[in-house]
């Protein structure tokens, strides 16, 4: 009996030390999860036998356990090095054999799929063409052909454009008087302004007025400015040496024997006190000869001038005209006489010209792309306009490469230039664009051109004069494009681009894979994009230990481990990913080397009890 309780006892130890160099083995094996021995004691009577202190028949190894504790992770320069941070397996197709593994040491084959050292594929879950997980579980596989390029059909502009700043553009209505007959003095009377907005304002002229205080009571009004101005024509043929000229009470005496005594007259109204307010230009007629002395007083006020003319003494008495400019579709009114036949005329100056950059408060440009992934360059011009609306209006124009891209066409056919309304709330947000309160404009006026100015070959474009769909409908099938400045505002803040993104890209290679925390396999492309490939499956079961061990670093399913559970990592029970990542071997080397002398000593101990049992063994059969 000792014989065979010492012998099985050299058994135990032996499977002992070969689990422990096994351990040893693999300590740096990644993924590689240790084991531990177990062992049992063995009775030869049963429980009902006889006896009350029976002795034992030795040791039995009852079971192998691994150790599914986690490893330490350790990071590689291998972007598709995978290792999983808490609970679960990748999952590989071997062929059509599923198994499981910690080992996350993947590649890429020379068909695309991601797989292990031994060419294991690796499971996940399928993306569709436009980065969507579907959740169907197959072979991840990286396409590595080229990107096809996406023409642009939405842009997102973000901005805020500055409320405290002035327009630029002036434009409005100027309303020029004529002026009264010699000695006409100004009756009372009442001028009425009529502005585009709908308000009037009244204004009582006094008699006997000067152009000059009309225009100063225009100029209190709101929005409106004047200025006046008075001329006198003195006939050149009036004028002999010797006499005296009267202007505004100032006599001037021409000396007799003067050759020339208008010039003179010039000159000395031009070096007199009077220069301040009255200048004296000789006009002449067709033939060049001196016509009139012409006389402007330049604030409009009455012009007074006296001389004596061949047909008697003359005294007159000049009323001035005045000029007014009101907001543009403004009208002035006269209960009386004095705006008979006045000139109107609207006017606008430092209108919209791109290329003058005074002309527009800011611009923004970046890039969209054609059908064919060629670049080129949109511009936003904003320019605060004076158009209905006041102060919370704003007008954007648009260009592309430089050209205008309006529709409906102009005349000839080119397109017309982009202009858009821009409607803001007294909160600073977008209300509307052109009455539009969805935010959004269509460019559907835009023909590609290469850099000679001719067609490229792209789509081109799809006109819609009476309005398009926003945004524009997959699939596309022209160059429009729509805008979309919802989120645009125009707060009391610097101008700032807060967001400028669009949809469109040209052509890309494969320049890299990313792995995110959940599994996510991304695909980076040299045209900056990225495209989601699949997601990596992981599996937890209910009874890990029940899994069957088959070598290289792999599991299979058992009747003891139940079903696999597969989900996404990072959800459920299951850990994250790891990228550019290893789990090294959960093996403890101190404790296996201890664990390692035990073994020896059972090993040695064991070998003892049968040497004895030999050595009593011989002692009985010596006897005689």
């Known amino acids: 009996m000792a014989f065979n309780t010492g012998l099985s006892g050299l058994r135990a130890a032996s499977v002992d030390l070969d689990v422990t160099g096994n351990n040893i083995a693999n300590a740096s094996t990644v993924g590689f999860k240790s084991s531990r021995a177990q062992f049992g004691d063995l009775y030869a009577n049963g429980f009902l036998s006889s006896g009350a202190n029976p002795v034992g028949d030795g040791v039995r190894v009852q079971d192998v356990k691994q150790s599914f504790g986690q490893g330490n992770i350790s990071f590689t320069d291998n972007g598709l090095d995978l290792a999983i941070n808490g609970d679960g397996f990748f999952v590989l197709n071997n062929g059509g054999e599923v198994r499981y593994s910690r080992a996350g040491q993947f590649a890429i084959d020379k068909d695309g799929f991601v797989t292990n050292n031994q060419n294991m594929r690796v499971q996940g879950f399928q993306a569709n063409e436009d980065g969507d997980l579907s959740g169907i579980r197959g072979d991840l596989q990286v396409d590595a052909s080229n990107l096809p390029p996406r023409r642009t059909t939405d842009v997102q502009s973000e901005l805020n454009l500055d409320s405290r700043e002035g327009v630029l553009e002036v434009s409005g209505t100027t309303f020029q008087t004529v002026q009264p007959a010699?000695?006409?003095?100004?009756?009372?009377?009442?001028?009425?302004?009529?502005?585009?907005?709908?308000?009037?304002?009244?204004?009582?002229?006094?008699?006997?007025?000067?152009?000059?205080?009309?225009?100063?009571?225009?100029?209190?009004?709101?929005?409106?400015?004047?200025?006046?101005?008075?001329?006198?024509?003195?006939?050149?043929?009036?004028?002999?040496?010797?006499?005296?000229?009267?202007?505004?009470?100032?006599?001037?005496?021409?000396?007799?024997?003067?050759?020339?005594?208008?010039?003179?007259?010039?000159?000395?109204?031009?070096?007199?006190?009077?220069?301040?307010?009255?200048?004296?230009?000789?006009?002449?007629?067709?033939?060049?000869?001196?016509?009139?002395?012409?006389?402007?007083?330049?604030?409009?006020?009455?012009?007074?001038?006296?001389?004596?003319?061949?047909?008697?003494?003359?005294?007159?008495?000049?009323?001035?005209?005045?000029?007014?400019?009101?907001?543009?579709?403004?009208?002035?009114?006269?209960?009386?006489?004095?705006?008979?036949?006045?000139?109107?005329?609207?006017?606008?100056?430092?209108?919209?010209?791109?290329?003058?950059?005074?002309?527009?408060?800011?611009?923004?440009?970046?890039?969209?792309?054609?059908?064919?992934?060629?670049?080129?360059?949109?511009?936003?011009?904003?320019?605060?306009?004076?158009?209905?609306?006041?102060?919370?209006?704003?007008?954007?124009?648009?260009?592309?490469?430089?050209?205008?891209?309006?529709?409906?066409?102009?005349?000839?056919?080119?397109?017309?230039?982009?202009?858009?309304?821009?409607?803001?709330?007294?909160?600073?947000?977008?209300?509307?664009?052109?009455?539009?309160?969805?935010?959004?404009?269509?460019?559907?006026?835009?023909?590609?051109?290469?850099?000679?100015?001719?067609?490229?070959?792209?789509?081109?474009?799809?006109?819609?004069?009476?309005?398009?769909?926003?945004?524009?409908?997959?699939?596309?099938?022209?160059?429009?494009f729509s805008i979309n400045l919802d989120e645009t505002t125009q707060f009391g803040s610097a101008f700032g681009v807060t967001d400028q993104r669009q949809n469109g890209y040209t052509t890309g290679r494969l320049s890299g894979l990313d792995v995110s925390d959940t599994g996510v396999l991304f695909a980076r492309y040299t045209n900056g994009q990225s495209d989601t490939l699949g997601q990596v499956a992981l599996a937890s079961f209910r009874n890990t230990d029940g899994l069957a061990p088959v070598g290289e670093t792999s599991w299979v399913e058992t009747f003891d481990s139940g079903q696999p559970i597969i989900g996404q990592p990072d959800t459920g029970t299951l850990g994250s990913i790891k990228a550019s990542s290893v789990e090294e071997s959960n093996v403890d080397l101190s404790a296996e080397l201890v664990n390692l002398i035990i073994a020896q000593r059972n090993y040695q101990a064991n070998a003892k009890t049968i040497e004895t049992s030999d050595a009593v063994t011989q002692t009985i059969i010596n006897l005689r």
């Open 182 to 480: 010699v000695n006409t003095t100004v009756n009372a009377q009442t001028f009425t302004i009529a502005l585009a907005d709908g308000t009037s304002a009244n204004i009582a002229i006094p008699a006997g007025s000067t152009a000059r205080d009309i225009a100063e009571l225009l100029n209190q009004q709101d929005d409106v400015s004047a200025s006046a101005r008075t001329e006198y024509a003195l006939p050149v043929g009036e004028i002999q040496a010797g006499e005296t000229v009267t202007v505004q009470g100032t006599d001037f005496d021409i000396p007799a024997g003067e050759t020339d005594p208008i010039g003179w007259l010039q000159d000395a109204i031009n070096n007199s006190p009077l220069n301040s307010s009255v200048n004296a230009t000789i006009t002449q007629d067709a033939g060049g000869n001196p016509e009139f002395l012409r006389l402007i007083e330049s604030r409009g006020n009455n012009l007074s001038v006296a001389y004596q003319a061949a047909a008697g003494a003359v005294n007159d008495v000049q009323v001035g005209s005045f000029n007014t400019t009101l907001p543009v579709d403004s009208t002035l009114t006269s209960d009386g006489a004095l705006l008979a036949g006045a000139t109107t005329d609207s006017f606008r100056t430092n209108t919209f010209d791109p290329n003058d950059q005074r002309s527009y408060n800011h611009a923004t440009s970046f890039n969209v792309f054609d059908s064919l992934g060629n670049s080129h360059e949109l511009t936003q011009y904003f320019v605060k306009e004076p158009v209905s609306g006041g102060g919370n209006v704003w007008a954007m124009y648009v260009q592309i490469d430089g050209e205008d891209v309006g529709d409906p066409p102009a005349a000839n056919g080119d397109p017309s230039r982009a202009r858009y309304e821009l409607q803001f709330n007294v909160d600073g947000t977008l209300q509307s664009i052109d009455g539009d309160p969805s935010g959004e404009v269509l460019i559907s006026n835009w023909t590609p051109l290469d850099s000679n100015g001719d067609p490229n070959g792209a789509d081109g474009p799809l006109l819609t004069a009476n309005g398009g769909a926003t945004p524009v409908p997959e699939p596309p099938t022209s160059s429009n």
